[in-house]
């Protein structure tokens, strides 16, 4: 992406990230959350998007682990300034990528049932209910991409 870079998330940077999350996710992490997932080193992947003139400035995240070979997505968010401009996408894409190469085959998620913006972005990128949504109970679904290895 043209302009961005993607960068280790450091310790320093959660606060920043924390004030994305409480603007733009409807149940947010805590910030515990996100330091829990930050100390996963050997298992987590925590990255943060920003522009490449300015490293400091954070305007999105993702968050992943991958195990044998599931890839399972955490979290995703964009600071609202920069919706709807591909950013969302680009890091979805450098997880795919780097997924693949590490010999996974599928990448899960959860998603709130009532995300209907988070439901469409993961749609448009190939990912499908696991369940009819209206057959599960609770407030999540399970959403998967298969066939990743081609
Ligand atoms: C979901 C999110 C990460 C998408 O980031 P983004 O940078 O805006 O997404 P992109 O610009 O790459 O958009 C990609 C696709 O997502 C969908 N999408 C994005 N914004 C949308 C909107 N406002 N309405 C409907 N669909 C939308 C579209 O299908 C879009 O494809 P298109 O550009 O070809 O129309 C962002 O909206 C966000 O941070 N949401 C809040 C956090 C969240 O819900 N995370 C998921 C937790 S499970």
Redesign the pocket.
């Known amino acids: 992406m043209h302009g961005f870079i993607l960068r280790r998330v450091e310790p320093a940077d959660i606060e920043a990230i924390h004030r994305?999350?409480e603007e733009?996710?409807?149940r947010p992490w805590p910030t515990a959350g996100f330091e829990f997932h930050l100390a996963q080193e050997r298992s987590t992947r925590f990255w943060c998007l920003c522009p490449k003139d300015n490293r400091e400035r954070i305007v999105?995240y993702i968050c992943f682990r991958i195990l044998f070979e599931e890839c399972y997505?955490l979290?995703?968010?964009?600071?609202?300034d920069?919706?709807?401009?591909?950013?969302?996408?680009?890091?979805?894409k450098c997880l795919l990528t780097y997924a693949r190469r590490r010999g996974a085959k599928k990448v899960v998620?959860?998603?709130?049932k009532d995300?209907?913006?988070?439901i469409?972005?993961?749609?448009?990128?190939g990912f499908s209910f696991v369940c009819n949504p209206r057959r599960v109970k609770g407030e999540f679904c399970v959403m998967e991409m298969k066939s990743l290895s081609q």
């Not at 469409?120 to 990128?125: E, K, N, P, R």
């Open positions: 994305i999350e733009c996710q409807f999105g997505l979290n995703i968010a964009v600071d609202k920069y919706w709807g401009r591909g950013l969302g996408s680009f890091m979805l998620l959860d998603v709130y995300n209907f913006l988070a469409s972005f993961y749609q448009s990128h």
